[in-house]
């Protein structure tokens, strides 16, 4: 509401939200299908036990990425197990309690997808220091693709989110606001950028 009010006044454009004024524009990405590429990744490589750290509920980002893992199990035949869902709410700190909660209720999972890469990266950490292997025992997606997630180990799978291409297009937008045009911009598609924390889970003894 409060951005709809500004609007009446000044050109607006926000990222990350779906909203629809007079001269305000929404420039958001497909979170849902980030996160539905992201989890058919893992089912393509053969995992089916994937477990899922969500990010703050409050947040739509949030909100779309869980409904996106949802979505491409069902797709699968696969039942959605809330048992399987824990938060994380975005933080490192997140990750790793969320690793904690999932390996103390001793459900079996060979894959985890992360909402973010913070909370992947905190959760690699969390694996690490109960001595389960990535990705030889468990495989890790992120979502953002942060520059950190290249170097960490291992190299992070994750969902590129072009923060810095979706900031230019935001201001393009702005721009054509600006001379009274309605903005034509295109966003870019989501896609999984494999690295090495993912592979095909090992067989059961």
């Keep these: 509401t409060a951005l709809r009010n500004v609007a009446k006044d000044l050109p607006v454009v926000v990222t990350g939200r779906s909203l629809r004024a007079p001269n305000l524009y929404a420039v958001n990405f497909d979170n849902f299908e980030g996160a539905r590429l992201a989890t058919h990744h893992l089912l393509a490589l053969g ?19 869980q409904r996106g893992y949802r979505a491409a199990l069902e ?40 909402a973010n890469d913070q909370m992947a990266i905190g959760a690699c950490l969390g694996l690490h220091r ?5 990705p030889q025992d468990v495989s890790m997606v992120g979502f953002d693709d942060l520059p950190i997630s290249r170097y960490v180990l291992p190299p992070l799978t994750t969902v590129q989110h072009p923060a810095y291409e979706l900031g230019k297009i935001a201001g ?34």
């Design 75 to 114: 797709a699968a035949g696969l039942p959605y197990r809330s048992t399987l869902v824990v938060p994380g709410m975005f933080q490192e700190e997140g990750g790793l309690a969320a690793v904690d909660q999932l390996l103390d209720s001793r459900q079996h999972f060979t894959a985890i997808l992360a």
């Design 130 to 134: 109960r001595s389960v292997r990535v």
């Design 47 to 65: 995992h089916r036990d994937i477990a899922f750290i969500a990010g703050d509920p409050r947040h739509p980002d949030a909100v779309e990425r």
């Design 172 to 205: 393009t937008a702005m721009l054509q606001l600006l001379r009274g045009e309605t903005p034509q911009v295109e966003v870019p598609p989501p896609r999984v950028v494999v690295r090495e924390s993912t592979r095909a889970p090992a067989a059961r003894t």
